[in-house]
């Protein structure tokens, strides 16, 4: 029997409200069972735990069945598309940075390195399978140290750096002593010496970017100080070592410094580093180290550790003249210079530089000929522009103590502060009171997942991904040490506040949904979506977009629609042919709001499948 909501029935609303209640306890009953499971025996949990359930209810909750007018409405199961696996060579694809597609472009500056998508016609409409023996990752902060063999099944790094302490082999897991290159005596007494600098401790530093970050340790030792890293490494410059970071619970993406600027907004981390990671600081005019400050913060930090700092001690061993190295450094203190950076520290191996608080008596503002100034336009629009020798000039101030573009609070004040972008009027279409009732609303959002989902904030998952974050109030909503969040901010949404998201003391990253994330598979526990298939309605296919959250979700992994309710009957239909298992469910209003939420849960499988070839 279908059931009717009507405004002017409230027994009708009534029994709407017990059935949701009793399907979503059903559901979310099985949810644990798949979710608990790690290692394969989901499916099997789940049929018993079915059989003694009385769930029979759950059928009269299919808004298929009430809300009709839409071509998926119409379709018979024998309709639905099934997607099949993918060869299990296919296991670890990135399509962006594929390597066999990558060698096809230029080396210089480190071209082939870069985003390169494929054409629609080499699209794969498969599942990405995970690896034989795949489980569920260990919970943090064990995860931090230990990881399972089987689901990052690569050696190489064991030996390449099996004397810099980066990872072991031990049995069926690898280990993370929480070494580097550049820190064999571990990353918590590197960043002790940085903190001897930089104020680590109190909040004024909360987000990094880590430059040629390696397996991340950095970034996954700064966690417990309350700091978010965005840690990048090219793809496979040594194996899988964005996708071991990721594996290990640290935010990272696949990246490089090469032609196109970073993307992410203009002064958006607090600290920049970069810990022996081979980046030619000193080439093209400095245009790297230009956009590194593009995005550092008036008032933030850059570390530089290894050569060519303290090359006098060191060049033997880096196996490199002396000549060569002192020039190197020397190019790197000039552009320093010109970019208004103050050197506040140089010991042993580590520089430490920090930018000025405002632009007032820097070279390019005072008309230098040797600096060149980017031209006005906006410093967020970075999609796939191209990297520029320039510097990115900073927002006019009116005293020589104001910091340029506005002083945030230390975190976490600054996390529901007013950020200093929207309180000025710099973000057009961002009122102090819209964002104010944004963050309103997601709590009451975040509150009503919660109790449909106990695992949101037990520790269950703890790489998210919010794939059209606005102001970043889900992240700020779900905010806890057990988890970080990854604030997307679509290239195509109306208002880009990302540069907001990140004045909140949240990391995030542009990127267009109708091509693929630069990251590893299954390196996400939970995908938040709300409103992305609105967003991309007529922009691209909506298969596409399902396939690579597909790609990204970890095996037990969830994921939390969010849109109008035509919209996501043709999700649910699709997501059914794609090993997901679904429920829909009313708004935390009521049946009368449009508005719906999905509920999916991504089915245990492995590889095995041999015969799908493309």
């Not at 009116?398 to 004040?413: I, S, V, W």
């Amino acid at each position: 029997m279908a059931l009717k909501a009507n405004a002017s029935d409230s027994r009708t609303r009534s029994s709407v409200s017990i059935f949701i209640v009793i399907g979503l306890c059903c559901f979310f009953y099985i949810l644990g069972a798949w979710q608990k499971s790690g290692f394969g025996r989901g499916d099997s949990i789940a049929v018993e735990i079915t059989k003694q359930t009385d769930c029979t209810v759950l059928s009269n909750l299919n808004f298929e069945t009430h809300h009709s007018g839409t071509d998926a409405d119409n379709l018979s199961d024998s309709q639905v598309q099934t997607f099949e696996p993918c060869h299990d060579r296919f296991t670890d694809y990135t399509p962006c940075q594929d390597q066999s597609r990558a060698m096809t472009f230029p080396r210089e500056n480190m071209n082939y390195r870069e985003r390169h998508c494929p054409p629609d016609e080499e699209k794969l409409y498969c599942l990405i399978p995970a690896p034989s023996g795949y489980v569920a990752p260990f919970p943090w902060p064990k995860s931090r140290d230990y990881v399972p063999y089987a689901n990052v099944p690569y050696k190489s790094l064991t030996v390449e750096k099996a004397v810099q302490n980066w990872v072991q082999y031990e049995g069926n897991v690898f280990r993370f002593p929480g070494g580097g290159t550049q820190f064999p005596q571990g990353a918590d007494t590197y960043i002790n010496q940085l903190a001897s600098v930089i104020p680590i401790a109190n909040g004024t530093v909360r987000t990094a970017l880590d430059t040629g970050c390696g397996v991340a340790s950095w970034g996954a030792y700064l966690l417990k100080r309350n700091v978010l890293a965005m840690s990048f490494a090219p793809r496979d410059s040594h194996e899988a070592q964005v996708q071991f970071a990721l594996e290990r619970g640290v935010p990272a993406v696949i990246g490089v410094l090469g032609t196109i600027q970073l993307p992410y907004p203009s002064r958006a981390f607090d600290m920049a580093h970069c810990s022996r990671c081979l980046i030619p600081w000193g080439s093209n005019d400095g245009m790297y180290m230009m956009e590194v400050d593009r995005v550092l913060r008036p008032g933030g930090y850059w570390v530089l550790s290894g050569p060519p700092i303290n090359w006098k001690t060191n060049y033997r061993a880096w196996q490199r003249t002396k000549d060569d190295l002192e020039e190197e450094q020397r190019k790197i203190e000039e552009i320093a210079a010109l970019l208004c950076w103050d050197k506040v520290s140089e010991k042993g191996e580590i520089a430490i530089w920090r930018k000025r608080i405002n632009g007032d008596s820097c070279p390019w503002k005072q008309g230098n000929s040797r600096v060149s100034v980017c031209e006005s336009g906006d410093a967020d629009d970075v999609w796939y522009k191209p990297m520029k020798p320039c510097v990115t000039p900073l927002p006019e101030v009116n005293r020589p103590e104001e910091f340029a573009g506005g002083q945030l609070k230390a975190f976490p004040d600054r996390l529901n502060a007013v950020p200093p972008r929207i309180s000025s009027g710099d973000v057009p279409g961002a009122s102090v009171d819209a964002y104010q009732e944004d963050n309103r609303l997601w709590r009451k959002h975040v509150k009503a997942y919660k109790k449909v989902n106990k695992y949101l904030d037990n520790g269950r998952y703890r790489n998210i991904m919010d794939m059209n974050a606005g102001f970043g109030s889900f992240a700020a909503a779900i905010d806890s040490p057990k988890l970080w969040v990854m604030n997307v901010v679509p290239t195509v949404a109306e208002k880009s506040m990302l540069s907001v998201v990140y004045e909140r003391g949240l990391i995030g990253i542009y990127h267009d949904w109708c091509e693929a994330f630069s990251s590893y598979p299954r390196t996400y526990d939970l995908i938040h979506a709300n409103g992305v298939f609105s967003l991309y309605k007529n922009k691209c296919k909506m298969e596409d977009i399902l396939l690579e959250m597909d790609r990204l979700l970890r095996p037990e992994g969830a994921v939390i629609f969010r849109d109008e309710v035509d919209v996501l009957v043709k999700v649910k239909r699709m997501a059914s042919g794609m090993r997901w298992n679904t429920k829909m469910v009313d708004h935390e209003d009521g049946p009368l709001v449009p508005e719906k939420i999905l509920f999916a849960v991504k089915q245990y499988w492995v590889g095995g499948n041999k015969t799908k070839e493309e």
